[in-house]
């Protein structure tokens, strides 16, 4: 049996730009818990992937160095680009995207555009390694669309409202089947919730 398990990144500083902005203290803490978590979990090797940006990698940063692990860096798991519109806010362009996989204002891209331009990344990501447990960490809404297209859950806007900074789904797989697919935030300290 082989264990995908995908991470939002932990809670990050506000200030600077946004691949640079690094964890909070609270984030620190939720980086800590987390990969105590993940040592419980884990019981093969396993092969860590994570975006470029500065709050994912230092979420599993203590992973990697407990266990001497390569972060393997991926643009391709840099957040979706919603874009900014006159219109919108924010959170009403994500709700349309999640409603319309087709949907993007003028500046961003669509769902279905970041996931067909990750694909080919994804199948060679969760295909190699042989037995290896993989390890993501990557964004809120990359994380759903993962989820959505690649491996096919029911996953929408309001899936997407309840994650929480950290968030780990844990999926088993056996024989190319998921055996198991589960929501798995116990025992981490200091979550935090967009309102």
Same mark, same amino acid.
């Given at each position: ?58 979420? %599993?940063?203590?992973?990697? =160095?407990?266990? $001497?692990? #390569? +972060? /393997? ?5 840099? *957040?979706?680009? %919603?874009?900014?519109?006159? =219109?919108?806010? $924010?959170? #009403? +362009? /994500? ?5 319309? *996989? ?6 961003? =891209? ?12 994804? *199948? ?72």
């Amino acid at each position: 049996m082989k264990k995908f398990i995908l991470i939002r990144h932990g809670k990050a500083k506000m200030d600077g730009e946004d691949h640079l902005r690094k964890l909070d203290n609270d984030g620190i803490l939720q980086s800590k818990s987390i990969c105590e978590k993940l040592e419980k979990i884990i019981k093969n090797d396993f092969s860590i992937y994570s975006s470029r940006f500065v709050r994912a990698v230092d979420t %599993i940063k203590p992973l990697a =160095e407990k266990f $001497k692990k #390569e +972060i /393997i860096m991926a643009d391709e798991l840099k *957040e979706i680009n %919603i874009g900014k519109s006159e =219109e919108l806010n $924010k959170h #009403e +362009i /994500i709700k349309k995207m999640w409603e319309d *996989e087709n949907f993007k204002v003028a500046n961003g =891209e669509s769902q279905i555009n970041k996931f067909n331009n990750m694909k080919i990344f994804l *199948e060679k990501m969760f295909n190699s390694n042989g037995n290896e447990d993989i390890i993501i960490v990557t964004h809120g809404n990359l994380l759903g669309i993962i989820l959505k297209f690649y491996f096919k859950r029911n996953f929408g806007f309001n899936d997407w409202k309840m994650m929480s900074m950290p968030d780990l789904y844990e999926l088993s797989i056996e024989n190319n089947e998921i055996i198991s697919f589960y929501r798995n935030i116990e025992n981490i300290n200091k979550l935090f919730y967009i309102k």
